[in-house]
C-alpha cells in the first residue's frame, strides 16, 4: 500500500461530513481540478486530512466571493511560489557549496606560492649594489 492511499481514507461521505460540504460540491471541485483524491483501484474517491484541510479552505475562500476559476488560479499560483521557493533554496545551497570550495581553492593556491616563493633579505641586496 502506498503512502497516499494509507494517508488516504475518508470515503467521500465521511469528507463531506468532516469539512461540512456537500458531497455533490466536493464533486464540483474535483472537476474544476480545485481538490484530486486518491483513486482506489476500483475508481472510489478516497481523502486524506490534507483534502479535508484544502476543502475548507475551498469553501472558505468562495464564500469570501472569490469564484472556483479564481481559487484554482490562487492555488495555481501558491504551488508555483513554494516551488520556486525550492528552486531558491537549492540554488543558495549550490552557492555557498561554491563559495567553500573557491576558498579551499584559493587557500591551496595561496599555500602553493609560499613553497615557490624564497624572500631575499635586505643584507642580500645590498650587496648587489
Do not use: C, W
Not at 482506489?40 to 479552505?57: A, E, V, W
Not at 495555481?76 to 557549496?97: A, C, F, G, W, Y
Amino acid at each position: 500500500m502506498s503512502k497516499e492511499s494509507s494517508t488516504a481514507i475518508y470515503f467521500i461521505s465521511v469528507a463531506s461530513t468532516l469539512s461540512g460540504i456537500h458531497q455533490q460540491t466536493i464533486r464540483t471541485y474535483e472537476e474544476k481540478g480545485l481538490i484530486k483524491p486518491y483513486r482506489t483501484g476500483g475508481g472510489t474517491r478516497r481523502y486524506s486530512q490534507n483534502d479535508i484541510d484544502k476543502l475548507i479552505q475551498i469553501q472558505d475562500l468562495s464564500q469570501r466571493g472569490i469564484n472556483l476559476d479564481g481559487i484554482k488560479i490562487i492555488y495555481e499560483m501558491r504551488d508555483k511560489i513554494e516551488e520556486l521557493q525550492k528552486t531558491v533554496l537549492s540554488l543558495q545551497q549550490e552557492i555557498s557549496q561554491e563559495k567553500i570550495q573557491h576558498t579551499k581553492n584559493e587557500k591551496d593556491i595561496h599555500q602553493s606560492y609560499k613553497n615557490e616563493i624564497v624572500k631575499k633579505s635586505d643584507k642580500s641586496i645590498r650587496k648587489n649594489i
